[in-house]
């Protein structure tokens, strides 16, 4: 099973500034790796994917980066909306075997 | 607009049996792997398993084989996951997710259902 370890756990920045959250892989995944957005009550959305590829209708402040066992999504300048709870899934081997890292929660500073 | 609509909440007890849906709209539901995933607070987001609705090809998480069970109706566009005798620890938010592409690898959830609450308590 690939463990994935989401740092720090709480990420805590000022509307503006530019948050970097990380990602690592107990093993490589190449760029099959995805990162959701969570708010309160609703479900997952998706964000990036291929490590670096925004999804439909994502803002261009959303940015991923990395490949192998390390990755990092990055919010340019955050905005209001933002603060949510942040989640990175690979999606590796076939037949399937995801898994999602813990999750980091970005709150307001 | 593609669309996944969960069945609503559940409330049930050890050993009861239990299957809630998903119906798929939007899209041609028979072409793109649909998926569960569970949210608790103590495990975050886990997979449960995944089903081809064009040919009923499942497949399960290590972790709930023989768990769960998932099914697809073509004729309804609707996936469901059940379980034959619910434990405490099956309480969670259960979402279901479609592929983003019609490939029939491994590939990331780009539309996801409202997720359905199961609380499972004596």
């Known amino acids: 099973e690939i463990l994935l370890t989401q740092s720090p756990a709480t990420l805590s920045v000022s509307p503006g500034e530019r948050a970097t959250l990380s990602c690592r892989a107990s093993?490589?995944?190449?760029?099959?790796l995805a990162w959701y957005q969570q708010k309160p009550g609703q479900a997952p959305r998706l964000l990036i994917y291929?490590?670096?590829t925004r999804a439909t209708g994502i803002p261009a402040r959303f940015s991923g980066s990395g490949s192998g066992t390390e990755f990092t999504l990055t919010i340019s300048s955050l905005q209001s909306e933002d603060f949510a709870v942040y989640y990175c899934?690979?999606?590796?081997?076939?037949?399937?075997?995801?898994?999602f890292g813990q999750g980091t929660k970005l709150d307001i500073k | 607009e593609v669309r996944l609509v969960q069945s609503g909440v559940e409330m049930k007890k050890p050993g009861e049996s239990l299957k809630i849906s998903c119906k798929g709209s939007?899209?041609?539901?028979?072409?793109?792997?649909i998926g569960w995933v569970r949210q608790t607070p103590g495990k975050g987001l886990e997979w449960l398993g995944l089903?081809?609705?064009?040919?009923?090809?499942?497949r399960y998480s290590p972790s709930f084989q023989g768990k769960v069970k998932i099914t697809a109706d073509k004729s309804t566009s609707t996936a469901f996951l059940q379980w034959s005798s619910l434990n405490v620890s099956d309480t969670a938010i259960y979402y279901c997710?479609?592929?983003?592409?019609?490939?029939?690898?491994?590939?990331?959830?780009?539309?996801w259902g409202q997720g359905t609450l199961v609380t499972v308590s004596s």
């Open positions: 291929g490590a670096s």
């Open positions: 093993q490589s995944v190449s760029i099959n």
């Open positions: 997710a479609k592929h983003r592409t019609e490939s029939y690898y491994s590939d990331i959830f780009d539309s």
């Open positions: 899934q690979q999606y590796y081997h076939w037949p399937p075997k995801y898994s």
């Open positions: 939007g899209y041609r539901f028979t072409s793109y792997w």
């Open positions: 089903i081809y609705p064009g040919d009923s090809d499942t």
